[in-house]
């Protein structure tokens, strides 16, 4: 299966899902476009709700805030609810809005969000039966409103390049199956870190780009019985840091996916659940952890992928299960993933495959 990879804005990168079990086309070469969507909005802290597509986000007009909103006022550490517009002048986003320091009143529309499009161009190559390299290209289209002042920005993201083992390799039709797979990569700093909007710098949590070269390293445990199988992925992320000393902290991800094959004639449909969890401590400026950029999120959801012949058509739909945000954050909603690949039907490898290695029957 092909899913989605949460880019840097978000915290973590879910490169588990580069493999996800028995398919018609397992160690197969593959060409993939995929189209993610994630939103965050909503102050769940003013018991504001979280939407997967904010009304203003899609509004043609969404340079106006015309709806309830929530006041804090720090020196007296209390809330009050009103309708209307509030005129306070907004501090800068840290994933959602963050505390500025000072003794201002600060207030939160429901019409605040964030928006996360990211285009994706993924191939992965077979140089053995047991060797997969693995790279992904984004561009991301970051959009936000808060209180009235948006970002509209759109560039090359950073490149991701990988390469996984198959330590266990048992793919036998209508038995017992098991895939087990390590591996790791970097991410490249070749994405935008600098743009700006109305002359100034966009906060690096909305940038294309993070500016840093990034480790990450991997595992992918399959397991399946004729038709039903679960996959298990772990990933492990070391972040480095940028021209402006900002580092996101280290993360892990973590997936989970249960899934039933239905075949007829050239088609294969494979259904499943699935369950997502990403944690990291947030945002580094100079060493200073930015409050309110920490991520303890999970989200469950279900998933279609459809094959024919060579085409394959992966979707996913996650809705937020539980999420630690602070006073003032945006809740994050829910994400949708589409892909569109091509499979090879390759028979041959770069690294020929040794007598004594055990032989698959495909």
Known sequence: MVFLCVYAPSFACDICGCFMGITP????????????????????????????????????????????????????????????VGTVPPPDILHGTSNNGDNNVRVFPTSDYEIFNVYELRAKYFLHQRIEINGIMPVNNIRSLESGETIDHTGLGDITVFAGYHLIRRIEEEKLQQRLIIGGGLKLPVGNYYAQENEERIPLLLQPGTGSIDYLGYFNYLIGYKKWGISINSMFKFNGENYYKEKICNSTTDYLSVFYKMKSDNWT????????????????????????????????????????????????????????TGQGNLGSAGRIVVGLGYNFRQLNYLIKEKDNEPKDTL
């Open 25 to 84: 086309y397992d160690n197969q070469s593959a060409i993939n476009i995929i189209y993610r969507y994630r939103s965050f909005n909503g102050y769940s802290s003013f018991g504001q709700r979280n939407h997967l597509f904010p009304s203003m986000a899609i509004s043609t007009n969404n340079q106006s805030s015309t709806n309830s909103f929530a006041q804090f006022d720090p020196a007296s550490q209390t809330a009050t609810y009103k309708d209307g």
């Open 269 to 324: 449909f494979i259904p499943s659940l699935q369950m997502y969890y990403e944690n990291t401590k947030g945002v580094k400026i100079d060493g200073e952890l930015q409050e309110g950029t920490a991520m303890n999120l999970g989200m469950a959801g279900a998933g279609l992928d459809v094959y024919y012949k060579n085409i394959s058509l992966n979707t996913a739909l996650q809705y937020k299960v539980f999420e630690q």
